[in-house]
């Protein structure tokens, strides 16, 4: 079967025979757009010798035709082999009898070994303030307590932590801006466990509020 590179290369070499030499210097019918530098470039190199006969001309507006399809199909070949080499961040869930534990595929892209951008909750539920904010290269570690005592507690790791889901008692899989999400909780709070592709982030809040849960999770922001 014949490739597509091959097809327009056969195709360029017949259509050159149809076309009078000038029309491959003519600006409004050559298929290309080059910088003003390189059409000096062939405007000289077309006038530098008067005595080149007609077939020469035609040999090289061939060559020139069959060069730029050349570099056309070499660089589209370089960014279709760079695309299909493209790494992407993919997990590996291990389904036990009482938790799930994913962990982050050898085969995926880097990711940030530290903590190089620090988030937190960009909207909490009325009534809850901030009582307590960490966070180093390694992770991030807050809290949101309102007047019963009761906690949003809200945390950042990087991807290569391992992370372990209660599967236990209540459980389900859901999405945080387009990212896995894991919703798990025991009865007193409810946890989400979910991933940018860069960090792991987990929020925990009582039970009473466990609607608001996502909500919370899809405002999270940079810390300033």
Known sequence: MMTAEKE???????????IETEKYFDKDSFPFDFSEAFERKMNKLINKDKRISFASR???SRALIAAIISLIILLTGLMSVSASREKIVEFIERVFSTNTQITLSENSAPT???IETAYTLGYVPEGFELKQ??????????????????EIVFTQ??????ISIDNEHYYEKTEVNGFPGYIHGSGINTL????????????SVPDKINNELVDIAKNISEKI
């Open 8 to 18: 327009l290369f056969i195709k360029a070499f017949l259509e050159a025979d149809l």
């Open 133 to 150: 904010y960490e966070s180093d290269e390694l992770g991030v570690f807050a809290i949101w307590e309102n007047e019963k005592g009761e």
């Open 112 to 114: 940030p070994e530290t």
């Open 157 to 162: 790791d990087i991807l290569n932590s391992d």
């Open 192 to 203: 989400l466990a979910w991933t940018n592709n860069k960090y792991w982030f987990e929020i």
């Open 58 to 60: 035609k040999k090289l």
